[in-house]
């Protein structure tokens, strides 16, 4: 069982920066492959980032590829997405997911656990 909590976001101006923190429990979190989806009013669901229990592999949505990183530290059981360079249409609400399995995946349906979202807005 993982418990996800996230943190971070905020109002911020187009081109500004925001870091995400997302702080697990539970004793799998080091075997998980974990990501970040967002959604937008009147949007589905959409993938973000994904990132392997190691670290060592990370997958990036093309709408996000250059500007957003994805780290872990699993001895403190967090999760970190960095932001730069946000765009309007980068405001949505952020959840953070964890996978049963250790390979990190961009389907929704492949996490089991997920946080209760944090919303990030961009202003033009």
């Known amino acids: 069982q993982v418990q996800l909590v996230e943190s971070g976001g905020g109002l911020v101006q187009a081109g500004g920066s925001l870091r995400l923190s997302c702080a697990a429990s539970?004793?799998?979190?080091?075997?998980?492959?974990m990501a970040w989806f967002r959604q937008a009013p009147g949007k589905e669901r959409e993938f973000v980032v994904a990132?392997?229990?190691?670290?060592?592999?990370?997958s990036y949505a093309d709408s996000v590829k250059g500007r957003f990183t994805i780290s872990r530290d699993n001895a403190k059981n967090t999760v970190y997405l960095q932001m730069n360079s946000l765009k309007p249409e980068d405001t949505a609400v952020y959840y953070c997911a964890g996978a049963a399995a250790p390979v990190a995946t961009t389907s929704a349906l492949e996490y089991a656990y997920w946080g209760q979202g944090t919303q990030v807005t961009v202003s033009s």
């Open positions: 539970g004793r799998t979190f080091s075997r998980s492959a």
């Open positions: 990132i392997s229990w190691s670290g060592g592999r990370t």
